[in-house]
């Protein structure tokens, strides 16, 4: 247990110095942290239907978290989460336009297409770092951009005649959910947090008790002995990103199919995937550590939205605040530090 | 009696592990010595104290006679303590001075000045007779040049007293040589030496003191010149230790490996093997003997699968098995302790029991339809741990906490256990102390009793003189000759291994 505690104990003091310096900042900014603060609580789990709408911002954060962790897990570094999950998102609500299934078909139909583009884009680099050992940021960095013009595109010119966005998709593809909405007072939660859960549990169960889990961590740890050992290094580099695009592409569907119900054009980035790399930093690259980040992440997000509102504090003030944790848990090492000294003094 | 380091009673704690206790150094002016004791003993902990990497928990430090606190290298080298470590810390493509200067480089308004920094170690090059070219890039000399390069940088830095962290794991024998003439030199020259080694030959040659650490406890100084390798051997392990391998007489029978005219290239596309011939029977131990750099390192990737051959044969059993996959090879039944342990052998973020498994994983009992059996592995890893002595807080441990002696037994546990018949042990022994070695070959020797067929390289003649039924000399990449361990010497395989090539009757056997 004390080992769960001790990789708790980082990205616990780098949330608490991340919120301290964010009420100094609201202080010097002429604001009452207290009351900046006590809002965002309240945006988050005030009542039912904020509750309701923190649980919808956590579910894309979850699988975005997911997909940079699993990557970085087997050594490679996803930033193409961003790319994977427009794709992702784009295929889910065009598979809930173009056909017309009973729901128990079709809306399982329409997530997995959204893993499976997010999967082929992730393919990509993957299969040219494996091939030519061409360095899968560079890659998955220009296949974002491409991601979001190829979408913009096929949105404006193919699934409408010039519109901004989508029509609505089908009834039986979607994920929206009557039973929460009337529980969370017509907030917009839906089934996706199930979707998520689930996920969490197959990426754990996948590294931790597969074989094909011991193989994609040990290439993520060492090639040498890896091939050594008689693994495939290549094939494990593309698996790799393949599920972890996987898991981008699921974020995208859950948008698609969930909060929103259609695909628009994007002036730019949803900036979901790039949140997904602090998740996965600050939840320790762990299927639960991803959760708990996730929560704290969607949660911010969240209650972020009601600060202007309940007192007039600019939400940018949260994107500090997310800044900063994201800064103090990247010097984890100052605070470990820190946290040493502090041991040495009660001693 | 003067000392220029006393270290008093020193205890440093760990997390769960007692690294030093009370461990007394004490080091005259113009002494080299020893500090001695097993892998793991606590010789480095004691050393990164007086280095002023940690800081103990208990006891005193004295240079010179005045009680110092030393807390970061700094003060070390301002107190002239200097360190020579295993592991060079050089940038490779720096020249010589460039290397030797950073961090402290003499400056005139901002500039630094090459020249006159590139006089001043060419002086101290002459005056300690290093022979080093101040104006060469590290990328482009030897080894043994570039630790003389790490002993500059501590001559440049004002030290007197040295530390030589195992200096001669990394060196050839010739290497070896100048090496201790260097410090001599050095001792010449009114410098003080401490040597951290478990290598009992160079205690005897070139130490006037020595201390042993065993588990972390000082156990005593000793005078060189009355005592003898057998007493330290035991004073360092805690009992008797048999030098020369005990084997009876081998009984070769059915050829197990057998390599015809192969060629290896090397990353560069030049020939690192070629033309190689080499038989190993069922029964037998062959050691292949060399000078780093002849061959070695391609024929074991080639034999493993890890390198692609360019032209020739490697048969094991009778069937084909060069340029297949790593998995096919180990699951046609060859076993390979590889020779950088780190690089190949481990995964060394991985516990000790995965580690076990690294080739088995994906078999019954430890994986059945794809997942994998936890309780099996480490009940596999249990006992491994036992039988081959592998000492571990648990098998949950990761690979990397262990010391260098436990990892390799680990892998030498995996490895033999799978029961292969064609055994390729690369460097075995590289960097353990002699209780470790004593152990490894006594598995090797067993395993050539069992009726399996042995394949040794080792850079160490007396390894490999020790423990080989069957002597063959590489040069150039090429199999030169094939000796008898008890009808050769070491001046005779010193030269074939140098490229001179057997002139009496007999001259190039082939097998």
Sequence with gaps: MSKYLSKLTSPLIAVILGLVVGAIIMLVSGYDPVAGYGSMVNGIIGDSYYVGESVRTIIPYILAGLAVAFAFRTGLFNIGVEGQLIVGWLAAVWVGIAFELPRIIHLPLAILAGAAAGALWAFIPGYLKAKFRVHEVIVSIMLNYTALYVTNYLIRNVMTDKLDKTERIADTASLRSPFFESITDFSRMHWGIVVAIICVIIMWFILERTKTGFELKAVGFNQHASEYAGMSVNKNIILSMVISGAFAGLAGAMEGLGTFGYAAVKGGFTGMGFDGIAVALLGANTAIGVVLAALLFGGLKAGALNMPLETGIPSEIVDIVIALIIFFVASSYFIRWIAARFKKGVK | ?511
């Design chain 2, 1 to 511: 009696m003067e000392y220029v380091i006393e270290m008093l009673n020193i205890r440093k704690e760990f997390p769960g592990i007692i690294a030093n206790d009370n461990v007394t150094l004490q080091v005259k002016k113009g002494e080299i010595h020893a500090l001695l004791g097993e892998n793991g003993a606590g010789k480095s902990t004691l050393m990164n104290v007086l280095f002023g990497l940690y800081q103990p928990e208990q006891g005193e430090i004295r240079v010179n006679g005045e009680p110092v606190k030393i807390t970061s290298p700094n003060i070390a080298n301002d107190l002239g303590i200097g360190m020579v470590h295993q592991h060079f810390m050089l940038v490779d493509p720096f020249t010589v001075t460039e290397n030797i200067i950073l961090g402290k480089e003499p400056s005139k308004a901002g500039k630094i000045d090459l020249k006159e920094a590139s006089e001043e170690v060419r002086k101290l090059s002459e005056q300690y007779q290093l022979r080093v070219d101040p104006y060469a890039k590290i990328a482009d000399i030897s080894i043994g040049m570039q630790q003389r390069v790490e002993i500059l940088k501590t001559l440049y830095r004002g030290a007197e007293i040295l530390i030589f962290d195992e200096p001669t794991a990394v060196l050839t024998p010739q290497e070896i040589k100048e090496l201790i003439f260097i410090m001599k030199a050095l001792i010449k020259e009114g410098k003080s030496i401490i040597l951290i080694t478990h290598k009992l030959k160079e205690i005897m040659e070139v130490c006037d003191r020595v201390t042993v650490i065993r588990k972390g406890q000082g156990i005593g100084t000793v005078n060189v010149s009355e005592t003898n390798p057998n007493e330290l051997a035991s004073l360092m392990v805690g009992r008797e230790v048999l030098f020369k391998t005990e084997k009876t007489a081998a009984a070769p029978s059915d050829v197990v490996l057998e390599v015809r005219e192969l060629e290896v290239k090397d990353p560069r596309g030049v020939s690192a093997v070629r033309n190689l011939d080499l038989t190993v029977r069922a029964g037998e131990i062959v050691g292949i003997a060399g000078v780093d750099g002849n061959g070695q390192s391609e024929l074991i990737e080639a034999l493993a699968g890890l390198r692609k051959t360019t032209a020739g044969s490697i048969k094991l059993n009778g069937k084909e098995i060069s340029n297949l996959k790593p998995r096919k090879i180990t699951e046609a039944g060859v076993g390979h302790i590889p020779e950088d342990r780190h690089k190949h052998g481990l995964v060394l973020d991985y516990s000790i029991g995965e580690n076990i498994v690294l080739q088995t994983y994906y078999q019954q009992p430890f994986s059945k339809a794809g997942i994998l059996n936890s309780k099996k592995i480490f009940e596999k890893a249990r006992s491994l741990i036992k039988s081959y002595d592998v000492r571990t807080p648990s098998e949950y441990t990761p690979a990397r906490a262990l010391s260098g002696g436990n990892q390799q037994k680990a892998i030498i546990g995996r490895e033999v256990d799978r029961n292969p018949d064609l055994l390729i042990a690369a460097q075995p022994t590289r960097g353990l102390d002699v209780g470790a070695i004593e152990f490894i070959h006594k598995r090797l020797i067993e395993q050539r009793d069992a009726g399996k067929a042995v394949l040794l390289i080792s850079f160490e003649l007396e390894e490999i003189m020790n423990v080989s039924d069957k002597i063959a000399v590489i040069y150039e990449g090429e199999i030169v000759a094939i000796v008898d361990p008890k009808e050769t010497t070491e001046q005779e395989l010193g030269l074939l291994m140098a490229g001179s090539k057997r002139t009496e009757a007999g001259g190039k056997q082939h097998v």
